[in-house]
T-cell receptor, first 117, second 115 residues
Framework: AQTVTQSQPEMSVQEAETVTLSCTYD???????LFWYKQPPSRQMILVIR??????QNATENRFSVNFQKAAKSFSLKISDSQLGDAAMYFC??????????????FGKGTHLIIQP | DAGVTQSPTHLIKTRGQHVTLRCSPI?????VSWYQQVLGQGPQFIFQ???????GRGNFPDRFSARQFPNYSSELNVNALLLGDSALYLC??????????????FGPGTRLTVT
């Protein structure tokens, strides 16, 4: 079974600065998908960024980018120019790419990101 | 277009009772997944349904069951409620299942409290 570990329960960053959230995972599969989801307080979970394991290029979405190290099974999220609206719980998630297999996301425990004005 | 909707928003039940949670996916989405999120934890996968068939099941007891209707909406049923079933129950929909990297869109959740 796959596992996802987020070792930082809470992170704090000054507004406009850069912060990196860590995620490691364990799997025996060679092809899979990795995601970062954001869950603001009392609001819906939304997708921040997605990485396909077969792609070597790191995904980027505006101020959000990832550092995907497949051999190390590491998938960190970098948020540049942090904004007050970035404050939320951030979850790293894994999904198999196996066709016809169980398709649920496996989530880490989350990192609570605090933005200080 | 409307996003994923869930009802009810909040629910309080007593131990031993039964509960039914409902989810309506985004129009055109045929896959619905259910997750349980205990306070302070990440969501845990319970079920996935696609085209009215169960496609995946997480490590949950048989007290948990689900179904999907012809209009692709879904119900999650939990029997013989335990205090430990208190959680936020999330529904997520997607256009297809498995294969390539589609996104799951989450609803706002149903907050279940068991007393």
């Amino acid at each position: 079974a796959q596992t996802v570990t987020q070792s930082q329960p809470e992170m704090s960053v000054q507004e406009a600065e850069t912060v990196t959230l860590s995620c490691t995972y364990d799997t025996s599969e060679s092809d899979y998908y990795l995601f970062w989801y954001k869950q603001p307080p009392s609001r819906q979970m939304i997708l921040v960024i997605r990485q396909e394991a077969y792609k070597q290029q790191n995904a980027t979405e505006n101020r959000f980018s990832v550092n995907f190290q497949k051999a190390a099974k590491s998938f960190s999220l970098k948020i540049s120019d942090s904004q007050l609206g970035d404050a939320a719980m951030y979850f790293c998630a894994y999904r198999t790419s196996e066709v016809g297999g169980a398709d649920g996301l496996t989530f880490g425990k989350g990192t609570h990101l605090i933005i200080q004005p | 277009d409307a996003g994923v909707t869930q009802s009810p928003t909040h629910l309080i039940k007593t131990r031993g009772q039964h509960v039914t949670l409902r989810c309506s996916p985004i129009s055109g989405h045929k896959s619905v997944s259910w997750y349980q999120q205990v306070l302070g934890q990440g969501p845990q996968f319970i079920f996935q349904y696609y085209e009215k068939e169960e496609r995946g099941r997480g490590n949950f007891p048989d007290r948990f069951s689900a179904r999907q209707f012809p209009n692709y909406s879904s119900e999650l049923n939990v029997n013989a409620l335990l205090l430990g079933d208190s959680a936020l129950y999330l529904c997520a929909s997607s256009p297809i299942t498995s294969g390539r990297g589609y996104e799951q869109y989450f609803g706002p959740g149903t907050r279940l409290t068991v007393t």
